[in-house]
């Protein structure tokens, strides 16, 4: 293995793990969540007053999230156009797919060098996010 990245510009991980590892002119970037990275809060979630998730802005977490990717990208010595394959999970795929898919047309809006992308409803994630990326980028030499 080679090439761990850890990105401080980018929110800490939830667990023991790197935030992108470089392997060869690959770069595997972990499971990137919406969170703010300065104060660790997830951009558009309202809380009741004992901390339960109410509601949340998908848009808000989209550009978030796409945000906090960019910043490991960097970390890396990567560029956003480098990305090449991202995996979504979106914990509500009926209410919050058409946002996030209209927030991914903004971000990249040729669909020539768009990178490959497959979205996957799911029930939960660590945190109460409710988008996460999963991408790999190829690094130029």
């Known amino acids: 293995m080679s090439g761990a990245v850890h ?3 980018a929110p ?7 935030h992108a590892r470089r392997v060869g002119d690959l ?4 499971g990137i969540g919406p969170r ?5 809060g997830v951009p558009g979630n309202v809380l009741d007053a004992d901390g339960r998730l109410v509601t949340y802005d998908i848009v808000a977490q989209c550009h978030s999230v796409f945000a906090n990717v960019r910043s490991v990208l960097e970390a890396s010595g990567a560029r956003w156009e480098d990305l090449v394959d991202v ?3 979106l914990t509500d795929m009926a209410r919050d797919f058409p946002a996030y898919n ?4 903004e971000c990249f809006p040729d669909v020539d060098t768009a990178p490959c992308r497959t979205t ?3 029930t939960a ?5 409710a988008i996460e990326l999963k991408c790999v980028a190829a690094l130029r030499r």
């Open 87 to 89: 995996t979504v999970y």
């Open 36 to 40: 703010d990275p300065a104060t660790n």
């Open 120 to 122: 996957l409803g799911i």
């Open 102 to 105: 209209a927030v991914w047309a």
């Open 7 to 9: 990105a401080s510009a």
């Open 12 to 18: 800490k991980a939830v667990g023991r793990y790197p």
């Open 125 to 129: 994630l660590p945190t109460p996010i």
């Open 27 to 30: 770069l595997f970037l972990s």
